[in-house]
């Protein structure tokens, strides 16, 4: 038995005109541009809503690339679900928030890559940083709820305090510090995004300072990193527990990199409802509950606090996506993660030249 | 907590709604949902910013005339104050 899910992530397209190097989508992202149309969106809205769904996370990719976004708003404000657009704000106009608002936009997330325009920039390969500064103070003047979230890694790590300054500045309520998880582009690029210990220890203290200091005028979140913990990260709250995810072609997923994982049965909005994928899907009952974890997790007195930590990244460690994630202390294959972790600082201070997104174009899909 | 004359508000980014599917009434907040008691759930539908924090247990303690008045008021004030807290209520003076 499976309770409700709390949200629906949907992942409206991969396309994106930015080219940031700690993407976590496919890397073979061009390979999924059979999207779901207007209609069956709608119906998914529909049915995540009647499911017990309570917020939609409009994602990507881009999700401004679709110019249904409007009616997509409309149909998940019509169905009750609260709103919220995840974006890199790329060319958004005064008038587009506005028919966004219009349409029942509750929330945006604005993404910035940097505290300022030339390392943001560079980061996300096009002129953008300025642009989303704007957005973000037209999304607080139209009445909208306003997040920025930043994606930290060793490149920007130091600059932390000038980005809490940043948000600090349009009038954010929220701020998502997220530490780069390594999947997709991020994990290519694992070596040159990966903190040391040091750059990380001082931008936590800085993080946290920000959240004592802002309580009560800005959420400041920060999303812990991987690897340099001593506990997993109760990745996406459990399997199948909280959250379900609709990727661009309509495959219903437990969390958004798990069409990474081999063997997995997928299933289809275009075939099933989504309600009944959520209860029956096999995929989604494969690593739901207890049942599927190692002794190492179901002897463990965290198995429902953490969940087993991450599928994805036991799979992309360890070859078993069922093994318990290798960043937990307990983990037989700790040593792994161990190995990865920089306990020195770099030499460099502003390491290397241009790092872009992974772009592998492997061929058609039949999903 | 403040003055029993202010006007709460829900904020526009607080929704109050009934969830169906776990019986229970909430605040859907960005990333957040608040559950609340039915208690929670009278008081919250009243912050209307037109009734102060005062009209609000008025109308309250008439409707639970079982209820000792001063329960009502610290109940009301607590809550209210916790959503202030959070940014879920705002506050205009009277």
Same mark, same amino acid.
């Given at each position: 038995?499976?309770?409700?899910?709390?949200?629906?992530?949907?992942?409206?397209?991969?396309?994106?005109?930015?080219?940031?190097?700690?993407?976590?989508?496919?890397?073979?992202?061009?390979?999924?541009?059979?999207?779901?149309?207007?209609?069956?969106?709608?119906?998914?809205?529909?049915?995540?809503?009647?499911?017990?769904?309570?917020?939609?996370?409009?994602?990507?990719?881009?999700?401004?690339?679709?110019?249904?976004?409007?009616?997509?708003?409309?149909?998940?404000?019509?169905?009750?679900?609260?709103?919220?657009?995840?974006?890199?704000?790329?060319?958004?106009?005064?008038?587009?928030?506005?028919?966004?608002?219009?349409?029942?936009?509750?929330?945006?997330?604005?993404?910035?890559?940097?505290?300022?325009?030339?390392?943001?920039?560079?980061?996300?390969?096009?002129?953008?940083?300025?642009?989303?500064?704007?957005?973000?103070?037209?999304?607080?003047?139209?009445?909208?709820?306003?997040?920025?979230?930043?994606?930290?890694?060793? $490149?920007?790590?130091?600059?932390?305090?000038?980005?809490?300054?940043?948000?600090?500045?349009?009038?954010?309520?929220?701020?998502?510090?997220?530490?780069?998880?390594?999947?997709?582009?991020?994990?290519?690029?694992?070596?040159?995004?990966?903190?040391?210990?040091?750059?990380?220890? $001082?931008?936590?203290?800085?993080?946290?300072?920000?959240?004592?200091?802002?309580?009560?005028?800005?959420?400041?979140?920060?999303?812990?990193?991987?690897?340099?913990?001593?506990?997993?990260?109760?990745?996406?709250?459990?399997?199948?527990?909280?959250?379900?995810?609709?990727?661009?072609?309509?495959?219903?997923?437990?969390?958004?990199?798990?069409?990474?994982?081999?063997?997995?049965?997928?299933?289809?909005?275009?075939?099933?409802?989504?309600?009944?994928?959520?209860?029956?899907?096999?995929?989604?009952?494969?690593?739901?509950?207890?049942?599927?974890?190692?002794?190492?997790?179901?002897?463990?007195?965290?198995?429902?606090?953490?969940?087993?930590?991450?599928?994805?990244?036991?799979?992309?460690?360890?070859?078993?996506?069922?093994?318990?994630?290798?960043?937990?202390?307990?983990?037989?294959?700790?040593?792994?993660?161990?190995?990865?972790?920089?306990?020195?600082?770099?030499?460099?201070?502003?390491?290397?030249?241009?790092?872009?997104?992974?772009?592998?174009?492997?061929?058609?899909?039949?999903? | 907590?403040?003055?029993?004359?202010?006007?709460?508000?829900?904020?526009?980014?607080?929704?109050?709604?009934?969830?169906?599917?776990?019986?229970?009434?909430?605040?859907?907040?960005?990333?957040?949902?608040?559950?609340?008691?039915?208690?929670?759930?009278?008081?919250?539908?009243?912050?209307?910013?037109?009734?102060?924090?005062?009209?609000?247990?008025?109308?309250?303690?008439?409707?639970?005339?079982?209820?000792?008045?001063?329960?009502?008021?610290?109940?009301?004030?607590?809550?209210?104050?916790?959503?202030?807290?959070?940014?879920?209520?705002?506050?205009?003076?009277?």
């Amino acid at each position: 038995m499976s309770d409700p899910p709390v949200a629906l992530l949907a992942e409206l397209t991969y396309r994106c005109p930015l080219r940031c190097a700690y993407c976590s989508n496919p890397t073979d992202w061009r390979d999924y541009g059979d999207e779901l149309d207007t209609a069956v969106w709608s119906r998914v809205l529909r049915e995540a809503a009647e499911l017990g769904a309570l917020h939609v996370h409009f994602s990507g990719g881009e999700p401004l690339l679709r110019d249904d976004l409007e009616s997509l708003v409309r149909a998940a404000r019509d169905a009750g679900l609260y709103t919220n657009l995840i974006t890199s704000a790329w060319r958004v106009t005064r008038e587009r928030l506005a028919a966004l608002a219009d349409a029942g936009l509750d929330h945006v997330q604005v993404s910035v890559q940097d505290s300022d325009a030339a390392h943001a920039d560079a980061l996300a390969g096009t002129a953008v940083h300025a642009h989303k500064l704007e957005a973000a103070r037209e999304v607080k003047a139209l009445g909208m709820a306003l997040s920025v979230n930043a994606v930290l890694h060793q $490149r920007n790590l130091a600059r932390v305090g000038e980005i809490i300054a940043l948000a600090e500045s349009v009038g954010a309520e929220r701020l998502e510090l997220a530490n780069t998880q390594w999947h997709g582009s991020a994990l290519a690029h694992r070596d040159a995004l990966m903190p040391d210990r040091e750059t990380l220890a $001082r931008a936590q203290a800085v993080a946290l300072a920000a959240r004592a200091r802002l309580r009560g005028t800005m959420d400041v979140i920060w999303v812990i990193p991987d690897w340099y913990e001593d506990a997993p990260r109760p990745c996406m709250d459990g399997w199948g527990r909280r959250f379900v995810t609709v990727i661009p072609t309509g495959v219903v997923l437990p969390c958004p990199g798990a069409h990474g994982l081999p063997g997995m049965v997928f299933d289809s909005v275009r075939d099933r409802p989504l309600g009944d994928i959520w209860r029956e899907g096999a995929d989604f009952q494969r690593y739901r509950g207890t049942g599927w974890m190692s002794p190492t997790c179901a002897g463990c007195e965290r198995r429902d606090v953490d969940f087993g930590g991450c599928r994805c990244q036991a799979f992309a460690l360890t070859g078993d996506a069922a093994r318990t994630d290798p960043s937990c202390p307990k983990s037989p294959d700790h040593r792994l993660v161990r190995d990865l972790r920089r306990e020195r600082p770099a030499t460099a201070t502003e390491p290397g030249g241009p790092l872009y997104r992974i772009d592998i174009r492997r061929g058609p899909r039949a999903s | 907590m403040s003055d029993d004359a202010c006007r709460p508000t829900l904020a526009r980014r607080a929704r109050l709604r009934w969830d169906a599917a776990r019986a229970q009434h909430v605040v859907v907040v960005p990333e957040g949902v608040l559950a609340l008691s039915a208690e929670g759930a009278e008081v919250a539908a009243l912050l209307d910013g037109r009734r102060s924090v005062a009209a609000v247990i008025d109308a309250l303690a008439e409707a639970h005339p079982e209820a000792p008045r001063e329960v009502i008021g610290d109940d009301v004030r607590d809550f209210v104050g916790r959503l202030v807290a959070r940014g879920y209520v705002t506050l205009e003076a009277p």
